[in-house]
């Protein structure tokens, strides 16, 4: 149903968008280990860089494969591992940097997850157009609570709580991808009944 599709795909985004929001705090962590202004300014900029390299990656392992499921996995548990890094703080400076650089598997994850809903809804384009517009609007205004409540900079460097909140969510989001890939499936079932069933009867009527 057109509900399904919605629903599924929107809470999708949900997780995303709120497990996300980490990676732009970065420049208050390195003030705070001590790190002076030029390099507070450069290296966070190697979050968007990975972004950029894994979702050009992952967008042609996508065309190759053939399959969502298997990227959409690959680049939350890039994601998850660098928040788990994180969450232990007390590792080497060299991987608490690395961990904040997986975090730019999150920007790659986006483009995966608009083109899942892209092909799921690609029968219904009120219902496309509805579901990607309600993305764009929620990629807005779910930072704002999460900022506000969890990344303070009263709970900085460290910002301990949106880092557990962000890691839990983001393991919710791994295991919800099975469940999208489950739908996924039965729409293609459905696609290929829908499709056997008229040629069965122009042929018929033929």
């Known amino acids: 149903a057109a509900s399904d599709v919605y629903k599924r795909q929107v809470l999708c985004w949900i997780f995303w968008g709120f497990a996300g929001q980490l990676s732009n705090y970065m420049g208050i962590v390195l003030k705070a280990l001590g790190y002076n202004v030029y390099d507070r300014n450069n290296i966070p900029s190697g979050i968007s860089g990975v972004g950029i390299v894994l979702a050009i990656a992952t967008g042609f392992a996508v065309d190759i494969i053939g399959a969502r499921i298997h990227v959409a996995l690959s680049l939350t548990t890039i994601w998850i591992v660098g928040l788990a890094i994180i969450k232990a703080w007390d590792v080497p400076r060299g991987a608490l940097i690395f961990g904040y650089m997986c975090l730019g598997a999150y920007t790659a994850v986006s483009p995966v997850i608009v083109g899942w809903c892209n092909e799921l809804c690609k029968e219904d384009n009120q219902l496309r157009a509805a579901t990607i517009g309600s993305l764009n609007l929620f990629s807005g205004l779910l930072g704002i609570p999460f900022s506000i409540e969890l990344?303070?900079?009263?709970?900085?460097?460290?910002?301990?709580?949106?880092?557990?909140?962000?890691?839990?969510?983001?393991?919710?989001?791994?295991?919800?991808?099975?469940?999208?890939l489950a739908f996924d499936r039965y729409q293609g079932r459905k696609r290929d009944y829908i499709k056997a069933t008229t040629s069965s009867d122009a042929k018929s009527a033929a």
């Not at 990344?151 to 469940?179: C, E, G, H, Q, W």
């Open 151 to 180: 990344l303070n900079t009263d709970y900085a460097p460290k910002y301990t709580r949106a880092v557990t909140a962000s890691l839990i969510l983001a393991v919710m989001l791994f295991f919800y991808f099975f469940l999208v």
